[in-house]
């Protein structure tokens, strides 16, 4: 008999098993039942399953500075909809933003009123008062900053961005909840990163992450492109050090599934000389070339990349697979400690470790210390002028 001639009299079953599991009536696991079918693990009615009580789980509150915002007007629909936390856990959305902006904030909280995302519970908090908008939450994506302008010095901008993140990191450790994970995709993102840290003491430096997955997620795009494969066919770029044209996007660990199994990057796309230069040119630059392309930044690229991040920060990565996060340096690779830095990672039970013992060559050596390099200096600055 298969699974298939007995599906609806196997469904009431576990229908009514599940009810009553859901009601405390029983703790019997649904093993017996698949083991007396033919049901394959992996097929159990998982959607069905979570209509009978889709609110089963307590909200997460989540944080979105600068909500109002390119990339937060992006963001919080997709927050709203489970792309970043799954399709299965409810959230309470925290808007923060400037007072000049608080009319459009509070036209984003109607926008998401009037799409009645089932996931969205309770009250939408929507301000400009930092206090109101970290308390209690659990997750807090900093995409609020003061960009640079045209005849602006870069330690005006740098020293702008040092008062935000004192600012809110006060703010996060007064009133988050214990064990915030903290976001931030404002620039200059690793050194804004390391400001929050300097000032929210209690929050762990394990909690305290910027955002390399959107340079990532270009460089599995450029692959995928120039392959002609399906980009979820690739995986293992690494993108190492800043999140600035510095940073150096590599393909040396990078492999692609096809019918024959995985094979690395580099085998497949046969063309060292485009890897090793337009490639990485591209990924540095990618941003620019979307500035001149649509005369606004990335925002949508840059709202499903922060998702990315959170969800294999908090849900997992795939086994086999390893993202890049920009995290608080432990010395791994010769980086030196105490920089926010890009390392490849793999994520299990909400918890990130950077992957040890891949091979370094010269060329690639040289790049990881350019951009540490860089982020030295970047932190110099910031320590300047908060002195």
């Known amino acids: 008999m298969t699974w298939h001639d007995t599906s609806f009299d196997i469904f009431d079953k576990y229908i009514t098993q599940k009810k009553s599991e859901l009601h405390g009536h029983t703790k019997a696991a649904d093993s017996t039942l698949s083991q007396k079918s033919n049901i394959p693990t992996s097929i159990r009615f998982p959607a069905i399953i979570s209509d ?11 944080l979105v500075t600068g909500a109002a915002g390119q990339i937060g007007y992006a963001l919080v629909p997709m927050i709203a909809r489970g792309i970043m936390l799954g399709a299965d856990q409810p959230v309470i959305l925290h808007m923060l933003d400037i ?9 984003v909280k109607m926008e998401l009123i009037d799409a009645a995302f089932p996931l969205l519970k309770g009250c939408v908090v929507a301000t400009t008062d930092a206090v109101e908008g970290c308390t209690g939450v659990n997750v807090a994506v900093m995409v609020g900053g003061f960009p640079r302008k045209e005849g602006m010095e870069r330690k ?3 020293s702008k961005n040092v008062s935000i993140y004192k600012s809110q990191a006060a703010a996060l450790e007064k009133h988050a909840a214990p064990n915030c994970k903290v976001l931030v995709v404002a620039n ?13 003491p209690s929050i762990p430096e394990k909690n305290i992450s910027c955002l390399t997955r959107l340079d990532h997620n270009r460089a599995l795009g450029q692959i995928s492109e120039r392959l002609s494969v399906p980009v979820s066919d690739v995986k293992n770029v690494i993108i190492w050090g800043n ?3 510095s940073q150096y996007p590599d393909v040396n660990h990078a492999k692609v599934q096809t019918s024959s199994g995985e094979k690395p990057v580099r085998e497949l796309v046969k063309d060292d000389a485009w890897l090793d230069g337009e490639f990485i040119s591209t990924v540095q630059q990618r941003g620019a070339a979307i500035i001149k392309a649509r005369k606004l930044s990335s925002a949508l690229s840059a709202a499903s990349s922060a998702c990315d991040h959170i969800r294999d920060w908090v849900l997992g990565t795939p086994e086999g697979t390893f993202v890049s996060m920009g995290v608080y340096s432990d010395g791994s690779y010769n980086v030196p400690s105490g920089l926010i830095y890009s390392f490849p990672v793999t994520c299990r039970n909400g918890e990130w470790s950077i992957v040890q013992g891949l091979p370094i060559d010269e060329v690639s050596r040289k790049k990881m210390d350019l951009t540490a390099d860089e982020l030295k200096e970047e932190k110099d600055l910031a320590y300047s002028c908060l002195s």
């Open 243 to 245: 999140h600035s044209s």
């Open 156 to 158: 005006d901008v740098m």
């Open 99 to 107: 007072p000049p902006a608080a009319e459009a904030l509070n036209g």
């Open 52 to 62: 009978l009580d889709p609110m089963a789980k307590e909200p997460v509150r989540v």
């Open 188 to 200: 200059p993102a690793n050194t804004n990163a390391l400001i929050l840290k300097e000032f929210a």
